[in-house]
């Protein structure tokens, strides 16, 4: 089982947060890291439509 935590080590491994600007929303914003990872959805911005997107999906 892949948790959340695991695909957002990943990502941070991938595009580490040190490289962010200083109004950037890096890591893991909503969620429960502890959780099983079924799919992955990014956005640059959460916005009432991507979260329906993703919820839809």
Known sequence: MTNIQ???DFLE???PSRLAEDWD????LM???LAEAVRV???LTITPASAAEAIER
Request: hydrophobic share 50%.
């Open 6 to 8: 695991a695909v957002a």
């Open 13 to 15: 491994n991938f595009a």
């Open 25 to 28: 929303n890096v890591g893991l």
């Open 31 to 33: 969620g429960d890291p």
């Open 41 to 43: 959805m990014t956005c």
